[in-house]
């Protein structure tokens, strides 16, 4: 077995992602950063969320550049926008089918998963031969939290 060079590090999940994806992105260091806050988020921040929890481990960057690097990971498919009505955009790095449920009193955004195969294609009356891509769906309503 070759030796490891000193400097090989451990591919990140980013680096994984990629690899699946089959994508050609140049990765920057502020990508990374920007990736690696969402993937240790669970609460679907938004772009100034980013940037907040980014400025420490990254001193300079600019909201300009969060910006920048949401979008050209959205682009790429390494991440996910999340639309929930008026509200400013959130973004989700969970690339695995699922919906989003959206408390109305407290504003919390929680990742809801299928408890079952799901075809979307059986469960809603589509037109014949339609292909799904993806699906974008919220559910709102109260979090256990605010339902007591």
Not at 26 to 35: D, G
Not at 43 to 68: C, E, M, Q
Not at 87 to 100: D, F, G, P, T, V
Not at 118 to 141: E, S
Request: hydrophobic share 35%; aromatic share 6%.
């Amino acid at each position: 077995m070759p030796p490891t060079p000193r400097n090989a590090t451990k591919p990140t999940g980013l680096d994984c992602r990629l690899a699946v994806l089959g994508t050609d992105m140049r990765l920057t260091p502020h990508r990374r950063e920007v990736f690696q806050v969402l993937a240790e988020s669970m609460d679907h921040p938004t772009a100034y969320d980013v940037f907040d929890r980014v400025k420490d481990r990254t001193p300079g960057i600019s909201l300009a550049t969060v910006y920048n690097c949401l979008e050209h990971l959205t682009t790429h498919g390494l991440i996910r926008q999340v639309h929930l009505e008026r509200a400013q955009s959130r973004y989700c790095a969970n690339l695995h089918e699922h919906i989003h449920f959206h408390c109305e009193t407290c504003g919390k955004v929680i990742d809801a998963h299928p408890a079952a195969a799901f075809d979307p294609t059986k469960f809603w009356n589509l037109p014949a031969g339609t292909k799904v891509t993806r699906t974008d769906i919220a559910i709102h309503g109260n979090c256990p939290n605010c339902s007591k």
